[in-house]
């Protein structure tokens, strides 16, 4: 740390992605990333584009992939926001929704990058706990100002609400925002709240290209909500990052909504391996969590989660374990290729 550094910045915890070894040593089930390379339609227009115009800067309003979103997703251009990344909406949201002193709410188990924002942002985090069932015990959303995040289906637990337990907590008070983080919802049986978005706009949906459309290394993430919220999401980006997708981005997020077949497919197939993945884990001895995403939260009947990750560690099978009050005990194992469960069968089998 240089002395430059200012004083609140000093105590930052920044946020710990997963292992990215750079070489292939390693089965990779630990950052939920899809086993399945993009769409080989993404690739061929990735090509096409890299030939044109990469001296040129993109469109900063990324006009052409918002319209596409809209399109897929049958709403108004007016009403999509995308960002590098769904990481960088939440940054926007931050900016644009709090000021220093501001409370958050979000719940106790979550994905770790709100609890970081907050600090950076200077914010007090409220946070919601969670049933012994590791569901989010929404009759504790109290009615307090402060704007709220859900992760839905929530991170790590896997484990998604309905859009109908989710409403009324839209509706209790107009006055806070609701963020829907969406993240994994494509592996869901039908939990999105998109439906909600044309009833409230008090609603912010984000999602990413990361997880369910196989293109975490391209960094694309969107928004939806009320045309007046994106306008704020957009006052930002324009006075951070005006140029925040590049042309390549811009062109793989269009292509890969204009492969809907190969979509499906490999969403599909995750959902499959997921459940023979469960089945394998619960005959070894894990409880499983009823995952929605491509990723399963589980904990084995009499070894520790540090050991666990340790020991695949050194069978080459790379997971997840959180150091988090309350989930200690569990390992987060992305679903691989179907190819790829005997290979964590059996290291599985060797250790437990
Ligand atoms: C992976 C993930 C993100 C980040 O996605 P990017 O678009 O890659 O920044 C956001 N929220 C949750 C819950 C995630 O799991």
């Known amino acids: 740390m240089s002395r430059f550094l200012t004083e609140p910045l000093q105590t930052l915890r920044p946020y710990q992605p997963g292992e990215q070894p750079q070489n292939q040593e390693y089965l990779k089930l630990n950052t939920n ?33 918002r319209a596409a979103l809209a399109r897929y997703y049958g709403l108004d251009g007016s009403s999509i926001f995308v960002g590098g990344g769904s990481d960088e909406i939440l940054a926007y949201f931050f900016m644009a929704f709090f000021k220093r002193g501001d409370t958050v709410h979000f719940p106790a188990i979550t994905y770790q990058f709100y609890q970081v924002y907050a600090n950076l942002f200077g914010l007090q985090a409220s946070t919601i706990p969670l049933t012994d ?45 609701v963020l829907i983080d969406e993240a994994y919802v494509d592996f869901s049986d039908g939990k999105s709240c998109m439906p909600l978005l044309s009833k409230y706009d008090n609603l912010l949906i984000v999602r990413t290209y990361s997880k369910s459309r196989s293109l975490a290394g391209m960094r694309i993430g969107m928004a939806m ?62 409880t499983v969590l009823p995952s929605e995403t491509n990723f399963l939260l589980v904990r084995h009947a009499t070894r520790s989660g540090a050991f666990l990750y340790q020991a695949l560690k050194k069978q080459g099978v790379l997971v997840r374990h959180f150091n988090q009050p309350g989930i200690e005990c569990f390992l987060r194992i992305t679903i691989g290729l179907p190819e790829q469960l005997e290979q964590l069968e059996k290291a599985l089998r060797s250790i437990v």
Not at 248 to 272: C, H, N, P, S
């Open 225 to 286: 909500a009320d045309p007046q919220i994106i306008q704020d999401l957009d006052r930002i980006k324009n006075s951070f990052n005006p140029y925040h997708l590049s042309k390549l981005a811009i062109t793989a997020g269009i292509a890969a909504l204009e492969d809907e077949a190969y979509f499906t497919k490999t969403v599909q197939q995750t959902v499959d391996t997921r459940g023979k993945t469960a089945v394998m884990l619960s005959a070894l001895g894990f």
């Open 133 to 177: 069932q590791f569901t989010i015990d929404l009759a504790k959303v109290t009615t307090l100002p402060g704007h709220l995040i859900l992760c839905n289906p929530n991170a790590p637990t896997g484990i998604a609400l309905t859009p109908a337990q989710i409403e009324p907590i839209v509706a209790q008070n107009k006055n806070r925002l």
């Open 33 to 65: 990333e899809s086993p399945y390379g993009p769409s080989p339609h993404v690739l061929e227009q990735l090509k096409r584009a890299t030939n044109a115009g990469l001296a040129r800067y993109p469109d900063p309003n990324a006009t052409q992939l």
